[in-house]
């Protein structure tokens, strides 16, 4: 793999905190995602599912995780089913696991060949009586194509009707959202990395630059510091592009006066850092500019301070609501009878600012994690308020990845990007 092996204790831990949860004499099974054609003879590079690659550090296709606690064998308690290699596919497409590397990278004692699972889980399901599906059940998930997963849950219901079913998903979810040690180390890389493509961009923009010049500038840093790539597609808009929240074309010319907004992040070792930065493309902020940039700075550090134990999701962004609601005021862009007659589900504040300001970051963008209960120390969020002047051609959004601590302010992932006015306009004219 492009990055640095990463120590299988993680792995081991994050297995022993789901068999924790398991019901008596219950099987849990994950797979891998497919790979995807393009046409023709074409593949989309192969992206691991983050459940499979959490519980065993597994990057590779056609792998099938299976936990079994309660087996009467003890080497079937975990097993990692793999693609056997042989020296025809390590000709064309470079080899892959072999056992004792498996071993090595997830801590898992037993790997079988994928040609021996159908064998060895219809035994183990004789002296199971539940299986666990691992279903996706993301609030933002958008599932169009039958995955391999719905694929082994559909023949499993079929070929073991009498076996009862729960949810990985409940489970994933709890386990997460609350980050290792380890993890966060892996996180910091991936931040630590944004910030050099982003050190590397301020003093590169200029008018009359492309978005995607700017967006090439990005992936040069990050492949070249062993990331894949962007752990999401990058938003680059200049000028109205920028009140475009999902605008992903960045082909567009980058016009003197224009503010840039920036919504980029290295992945590293799979985990995803989310950072957004805005901007002036001639290196120097009008006052405009700089009154809306700073309202949103102040929400940004005001709402950061809220990410503590015990808190509750929709109290915080109600909060976060309040201090749009009074920067918009004082930007002239809404007034104190529009909060006074705002519609309670629908506030003042979303005309302008109509995203919610944290979700949980990690192996996914939006990463899982619980939402509707208090936060805990450990979890990791975004904090991304935005104000968005269409009328303007200006949007501004400012974002940082942060860990809740057990006390006192989050820790700041991103603490060294650059985020204040001056030293942005500095960068940007050296």
């Known amino acids: 793999m492009r990055y640095h092996p990463i120590n299988n204790q993680l792995f081991i831990k994050n297995r022993a905190k789901f068999t924790a949860q398991m019901k008596p004499k219950a099987i849990a099974i994950f797979n891998s995602n497919?790979?995807?054609?393009?046409?023709?003879?074409?593949?989309?590079?192969?992206?691991?599912?983050?459940?499979?690659?959490?519980?065993?550090?597994?990057d590779q296709e056609e792998s099938i995780l299976l936990l079994f606690p309660d087996a009467l064998n003890e080497d079937h308690r975990e097993i990692l089913f793999l693609t056997e290699t042989n020296e025809h596919i390590?000709?064309?497409?470079?080899?892959?696991?072999?056992?004792?590397?498996?071993?090595?990278?997830?801590?898992?004692?037993?790997?079988?060949?994928?040609?021996?699972f159908k064998k060895i889980f219809f035994d183990l399901m004789t002296e199971a009586e539940t299986i666990y599906f691992n279903t996706n059940e993301h609030y933002r998930q958008s599932v169009e194509l039958e995955s391999r997963e719905a694929r082994f849950i559909k023949s499993c219901k079929a070929d073991f009707p009498a076996h009862k079913w729960e949810k990985?998903?409940?489970?994933?979810?709890?386990?997460?959202?609350?980050?290792?040690?380890?993890?966060?180390?892996?996180?910091?890389?991936?931040?630590n990395i944004t910030e050099i493509g982003f050190r590397r961009i301020l003093p590169f923009v200029k008018p009359g630059i492309m978005e995607f010049e700017i967006e090439a500038e990005f992936m040069h840093e990050f492949l070249r510091n062993r990331s894949k790539g962007f752990a999401y597609t990058p938003i680059i808009g200049s000028g109205y592009?920028?009140?475009?929240?999902?605008?992903?074309?960045?082909?567009?010319?980058?016009?003197?006066?224009?503010?840039?907004?920036?919504?980029?992040?290295?992945?590293?070792?799979?985990y995803s850092s989310d950072m957004?930065?805005?901007?002036?493309?001639?290196?120097?902020?009008?006052?405009?500019?700089?009154?809306?940039?700073?309202?949103?700075?102040?929400?940004?550090?005001?709402?950061?301070?809220?990410?503590?134990?015990g808190i509750?999701?929709?109290e915080y962004q109600k909060e976060v609501g309040k201090m749009m609601s009074s920067e918009l005021i004082g930007l002239g862009l809404i007034d104190k009878s529009d909060v006074k007659n705002e519609n309670p589900n629908w506030p003042a504040?979303?005309?302008?600012?109509?995203?919610?300001?944290?979700?949980?970051?990690?192996?996914?963008?939006?990463?899982?994690?619980?939402?509707?209960?208090?936060?805990?120390?450990?979890?990791?969020?975004?904090?991304?308020?935005?104000?968005?002047?269409?009328?303007?051609?200006?949007?501004i959004r400012i974002e940082d990845d942060v860990v809740v601590q057990k006390t006192g302010e989050p820790f700041n992932l991103m603490r060294n990007i650059p985020i204040e006015i001056e030293e942005i306009e500095e960068l940007m004219n050296k």
């Open 34 to 58: 497919d790979t995807f054609t393009t046409g023709a003879d074409s593949t989309l590079p192969f992206e691991q599912h983050s459940d499979i690659l959490y519980l065993s550090g597994a």
């Open 349 to 395: 504040y979303k005309k302008y600012f109509m995203h919610g300001t944290s979700h949980h970051m990690g192996l996914d963008t939006h990463d899982y994690g619980a939402l509707k209960t208090p936060m805990k120390a450990g979890m990791v969020f975004t904090v991304e308020p935005g104000i968005y002047i269409p009328e303007e051609k200006m949007g």
């Open 241 to 270: 592009s920028a009140c475009v929240l999902h605008y992903i074309e960045n082909n567009k010319e980058c016009k003197d006066g224009d503010m840039l907004l920036l919504d980029v992040g290295a992945e590293y070792a799979n």
């Open 90 to 116: 390590a000709i064309w497409y470079g080899a892959k696991y072999a056992k004792e590397e498996a071993i090595k990278v997830s801590g898992i004692k037993t790997i079988y060949w994928l040609s021996e």
């Open 276 to 309: 957004t930065r805005t901007i002036p493309v001639n290196g120097r902020f009008n006052d405009r500019q700089k009154a809306v940039y700073n309202a949103v700075l102040r929400v940004k550090n005001e709402a950061t301070k809220m990410l503590t134990p």
């Open 168 to 191: 990985s998903n409940q489970i994933m979810q709890q386990i997460r959202g609350v980050k290792e040690p380890e993890e966060i180390e892996i996180l910091q890389t991936a931040c």
């Open 312 to 314: 509750l999701w929709a």
